[in-house]
């Protein structure tokens, strides 16, 4: 690759996903990988920018955040020169209550971040481990902070404020909503590809491990299921999704579990995992025969078409229903089961369209528009950097 470089970095508990990308007006993706089991059995991958594998090892000396950037940039410059990175964008999963776009991460905007880490400390440790890392690798490249909550700050009190005493408000306790890149992108290419969609009130419901859905007016968010963490609204991969705060009191003052514990199970051994006891791999669950996660799929679907109804009313009407990630994308059973329970909604798929893939999936009669679009947060990460570098 000729020319100025972009790296996007997204630093989760036990993984750092990367990529190169061209540092033009629409940055291109060029290489991108992935280096799980960080504290573990690490291994890291890479792919060419049309998804052929280029590499797949172990990792074993790779223990630490800084290790896996060391690994990640050595394969990256077996393959292209790194000498021209300008920008590094991280994705940050909390920006807090100011931030509505992404920023320069200077120091004050860095010890800012690190003041949120009571608020998301299972994700927001490793995506400043992520920041620091990289400023050492590249001390002259711009380091871009992406947040997960920035694109909900157009939110209004009433979604942002939980019913607790006025003080709790103030202190930061207040639903963020998460999943913002994925929202961007998606808003991204209804304003480019289907304007018509884009003015009018739309839905994306953003299904892969994580799962949340986001109400849009003309592409600006207006409401989401997730709330102050990424536990609320939708049942998950392993995430319980919206829980009685009542069964977390129990838990803790009658049956004596510790926070710890609590956390574990809500956050790792719940959601479709926890209620099929089978996996929390939605296309596990689709072909086991076992009843548990044929009853968990019903519960996943159940609680979509309830938040959908939830959504509609928040947006007075429907124009538009958007499936992405993981599952949304790409299961055409799931979208069907949902749809099926929205004609009230004047909502009526086209079959074949998604059987076969299709991007719009509703037919001529329908009053809402349903698509099925694959998310870029990647491409996102990399636009900010290139604005901002
Ligand atoms: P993450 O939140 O980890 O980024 P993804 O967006 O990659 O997750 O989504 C992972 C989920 O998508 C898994 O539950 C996986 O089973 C599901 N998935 C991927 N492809 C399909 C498919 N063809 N049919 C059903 N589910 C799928």
């Not at 709330?227 to 049956?255: K, S």
């Not at 510790?258 to 006891?277: M, N, Q, V």
């Not at 791999?281 to 109804?309: H, K, P, T, W």
Request: charged share 20%.
């Amino acid at each position: 690759m000729n020319g100025d470089a972009l790296l996007t970095l997204n630093a989760g508990s036990s993984s750092l996903k990367f990529g190169l990308f061209s540092a033009s007006d629409e940055p291109k993706e060029q290489l991108s990988g992935v280096v799980s089991g960080i504290g573990g059995d690490a291994r890291l991958r890479l792919k060419s920018a049309s998804g052929e594998s280029l590499l797949n090892e172990d990792l074993r000396d790779s223990t630490t955040h800084e290790d896996a950037l060391r690994e990640a940039l050595r394969v990256l410059s077996d393959h292209h020169s790194i000498d021209s990175v300008r920008a590094v964008g991280h994705r940050i999963v909390f920006g807090g209550p100011e931030h509505s776009g992404p920023r320069v991460l200077n120091a004050s905007v860095v010890t800012e971040l690190e003041s949120f880490v009571p608020f998301a400390p299972l994700h927001q440790p490793y995506n400043l481990a992520g920041v620091e890392a990289a400023t050492q690798a590249f001390p002259d490249a711009v380091q871009v902070g992406c947040f997960d909550t920035a694109f909900h700050r157009s939110q209004g009190w009433l979604q942002d404020a939980f019913a607790l005493p006025r003080e709790w408000f103030d202190r930061g306790v207040r639903r963020y909503g998460f999943h913002g890149l994925s929202y961007e992108y998606i808003a991204s290419v209804l304003r480019v590809e289907y304007p018509e969609v884009a003015r009018g009130r739309v839905i994306v419901a953003h299904l892969g491990n994580g799962a949340s859905m986001c109400a849009l007016r003309d592409t600006v968010s207006v409401d989401s299921t997730m709330g102050f963490t990424a536990l609320d609204g939708l049942p998950m991969g392993t995430r319980c999704g919206q829980l009685d705060p009542g069964v977390v009191l129990y838990m803790f003052d009658q049956l004596g579990m510790s926070a710890e514990s609590i956390t574990d199970l809500l956050y790792r051994e719940s959601g479709l995992k926890g209620l099929s006891g089978v996996s929390n791999d939605m296309r596990e669950l689709l072909s086991s025969n076992v009843e548990a996660a044929q009853d968990a799929v019903r519960y996943f679907v159940a609680r979509i078409q309830r938040e959908i109804g939830a959504l509609s009313a928040v947006l007075q009407g429907l124009d538009g229903l958007v499936f992405t990630a993981g599952i949304g994308e790409n299961s055409s059973a799931i979208r069907e089961r949902v749809c099926e329970g929205l004609g009230w909604l004047g909502v009526s798929l086209r079959r074949d369209a998604n059987d076969d893939g299709r991007q719009v999936i509703s037919d001529s009669q329908s009053q809402v528009s349903v698509l099925a679009l694959p998310t870029d947060e990647e491409l996102v990460i990399a636009r900010s950097a290139q604005a901002l570098r």
